[in-house]
Each structure stands twice: as structure tokens, then as C-alpha cells.
């Protein structure tokens, strides 16, 4: 209510004129009137004023002190200038402009207040906490993965440390092989001089002996042997071995010791959550009776797979190196024969309606832009399968190891690997080792893989920590599970085609099963997607046929 202006006398004035005592109360317009003023509010005919008596006006709440008049509250609210004022406000620098009951504008306030309340706790509050929990979650794999690393440098240090000791013994063996042989000579040499020295004596005792009897006949019988003396046996010359040890280089031992890459630590822009709104407006409730509303035959043996070019186009893919273009009405637009003549594995549309194919036979991924093919990936040690384009215009890739042992999804931004998705937070694998894995991105940017080995689909968030792991409906079925195809729509739902059951799955983002579509005449569902008016394409794999459905 607006502040009553109260002379000395505590006499109640007219808000207008200030100046005589009120009698009257505008409700509309929450203003204060005399018996004169009342004639001339009422003749601004624009509004649908209600005039009671001062003392029949409804009770008001608390409004706000007007900042520019300490006397007044603010009833009412300047649409143009968007601030609350006064009654005197009104009538001075806002006169003109649009104003409304400043408790119109407190109820929409209040609405848009609750709403976003609602999407703080409910959506982004979650989101954050999840996104924490991540990080705290990949702290505790930091210790598991920098212990592994120190491990395998100690390992490398003790393979290290007995290769270099081998080497150490084998050395010194050599030198004690060395030696003694070394001693050998020189004992030999000794034993030949010693034997010289024993001859040598007897020969000088001998002449000595001569020399004292003065006996002709021994001098006569004498013969020389001084020259055959004078020739000294040969000395054993050893040149003794050395030991040059090489300068140690540093760097050369830090490559064989063994490399390590480097550490990278990226800050990505946060994506941007979409509002409430666009997240689930319009909402599109599911048909009770999905409806059947288009048949293509592709002229396929079998049928792969299918991926939306648009509401009116849709390529598809076979055992065959062709991959085709079609209408709803199934005219042939256009097809594309892969490069290396092998048949795809996959296909997808990018965001920029670009054709992806992958080739498992030579490794590659490759783009179709004008017709024209290039090769934007070529992988080693692991075969490219299933392939989805994501709403940041990445490329996700299913692929399985050469040894047929390991199974990831890797995240492309152009040809630059980004991200791998492998093991969860207790280093279990996310996927099976070998086998199908269609893959999709959810709009909550989920990456949700069938994998059909696993009889399971398995879901992560974007930093690729596992959310939830579906495995079927616990309904009565003539064969376990089977999940094949795999895509995702406007409304955030997960749909997966379940071949041999010859049905669809329908999830919501947090894998609620929701329903089945079995009906529609579907006959081995196989590869799935959905266009941007939320049409189903399913491919079925021996009628080669891809069926149109409405289902929301």
C-alpha cells in the first residue's frame, strides 16, 4: 500500500493533490483520493479503475519503500524502465509509461523464480555434483594408474639392473680368463728358462771339471755349445688389457630405458546445458499404436545400417561396398562406392551432413564431402566398427584391439584423438572384448553403446564414467536380449533395436524402460535412427527394407 501522507495532525491526505483529505481508494491503480481528485482519475478512460471507499479498500501487502520518496511504497511497476515505483514516481519522470500491479509482476517473478529453483536442484545442481564426483572419482584412479606407472618404471629398473650386473660378471670373467692365461705364458716361459739355467750349470760344472784333471781325452771329445746359448729363449711378450668405459650419455639411456608420453592436462570449454525448455519442449507423448508411415527397399542382400540425412533422406548400407541414398518414397538419390572397394562397417551423417564411413580391412574412417572421399583416420592395433556423429560436431568410435582382447569407444575431433572410453572407475572393462557395438549420443551428451556381446546397453556421461547398464525388460521373451542398433531423440530417449525378439526398446535418459514397438509388421530390427522431426528409420537386416514409424 502506499505510504498515507500524514500532515501534523495525522490527517490522511489525497495522493494526488497532497493537499486535502482522502476519501477514496483506486484499487487498480493502489493511489489515494479526495472527493475532487476522484472526477479526474476516473476520466482516464485506457484503464477500468475501481474506486471504493478509503475504509472498504482490500487489506495490501508489504510493499517496497520507494528509494526516491521515503513517504511511499511502491504499488505499482514501470514495464518500460523495469524498476517498482511509487504513486509520485507515476505522476513525475515515469508518467506515460507502462505500469502494471507491482503483485502481477511479484506472481511472474515468483514463477520464473520457482522455475529455475526447480532447474537448479533438479538439473544443474545434479549435474555439478555429478561432475565432482567424476573428478573425485578420477582422483582415485589417478593413485591405481601413477602406481602402475612407477611399477612398470621399477620393473623396467630391476630388468635394467640384471641386464647390467650380466655384464658386469661377464666382464670380469673375461678378466680372469685373461689372467690366467696371461699367468700361463708366463710360467711357460719361466719353465723353459728354468730348464736353460739346470743345462747351464751342468755345462759349466762339466768344464770346470775339465779344467781340473787337464784330462787330453775329455778336452779332446769337448764340443761348444756356447752358441747354441747364446741364442736366449724367446721372452713371452703380453700386452696387458685394457678396460675403456664409455662416456655415459643421458639421453640415449632415457630412450632405451623406455618412453612415456606426456602428461596434458586440457581445459575445455563447459558445454552449455540446455534450458528446461529446450530440453523438453515441445513435449511429445508416446502413441499408444506406433504407426507405420513409410517403406524403402534398398535392393540390399542384407541390410547394416541407416543414418538420417534429413526428414525426406536417409543413406543406407549392406554387405556391400555401395552405399545408397534414398527418399521415403524409396527413389535411389545417390550412391558412393568406398575407396577401397571393401565394404563398410558403419556409416554416419555429420553435422555437417557429411557422409562417414568406417573400413575395417584397411583401418580407416573416412569422410564423404562433395563426393570426393578422404581418409581422416588410420588406425594400428585396432579396428575401427561402429561410428556416431555428436552434437559438437565429434566423431565417436566403437573399436575392438588386433588381438581381439580389448574393446573402446574413442572420441575424434577431426583426426586428433581427444578422449578413450575403456574401463570404469575400478578398472573393470566398460565393453566386451569382440562383437557388435552400435553407438549414440544422447542429448544430455551421454554416449550410449549397444553392445551385443554384452546382451547389454551401457551408458556413460561425457567425462565417460558409467551411468547405468540396461539389460532388458524382465517381460517374458522367446530369446534373451539382443541389442543391436542404437539411437536417441528429441525428448533425451534411448532406443534400441532388439533383433531376434524382433522388437524396439524404448528408455528414458536414466534407462527407465518405457516401452515396446513390436508392432508395425517389424521383422529383425537391426540399425536405428531418428530424424529431426522425430521420425524412426529402422533397418531391417533380411527383408533389407527400412521402415518409416511414428511412435510420439
Sequence with gaps: MLHLRRSAQDVLLCDLCEN????????????????ACVGD?????????KVVPYKHRKST???PKCPDHAEKHCELFCEKCDIPVCSTCVLNKHRGHNLCDILKKLSSKTQSLRKDLKELETRIFPRYKEMGSDIQTEKTELETNYGKLTTAADQQGEIWHREISAIVNQRKSDIAEMKNKHIAALDKNRDEITLRITELRQMIQDLRKILDTNDVSLTSTYKSRNAEFRRLPPKTQVTLPSFSPRKINTEQLNEMFGSRSSLSINIEHGETMKSPEAVSSPVKPLLDEPRLTATINTGYNRLRSVSCLSDEEVWTRGYHELMKLFNPQGKLLTSIQTESGNRPVDIAVTRDRDLVYTDDYNK????????QIQT?????GWTPLYVCSTISGHLLITMYSDDGKQAKVVRYSGSTETQTIQFDYQGRPLYSSYGTKYISENMNLDICVADRSARAVVVVNQSGQRRFRYTGHPSSTKQSFNPVGITTD??????????YNHRIHILDQDGQFLRYIQNCGLHRP???????????????????????????
Design 20 to 35: 486535502v483529505p482522502l476519501q477514496s481508494h483506486c484499487e487498480l491503480c493502489h493511489i489515494n483520493l479526495c472527493k
Design 41 to 49: 482519475h476516473l476520466s482516464d478512460s485506457s484503464k477500468r479503475h
Design 61 to 63: 501487502p508489504n510493499y
Design 364 to 371: 580407416t574412417v573416412n569422410l564423404v564431402k562433395n563426393k
Design 376 to 380: 581422416i583416420i588410420t588406425l594400428q
Design 490 to 499: 528429441s525428448q533425451g530417449q534411448i532406443l534400441t533395436a532388439d533383433c
Design 526 to 552: 537391426w540399425d536405428l535412427c531418428v530424424d529431426i522431426r522425430d521420425n524412426l528409420f529402422v533397418a531391417e537386416r533380411d527383408t533389407a527394407k527400412v521402415k518409416k514409424i511414428q511412435y510420439l
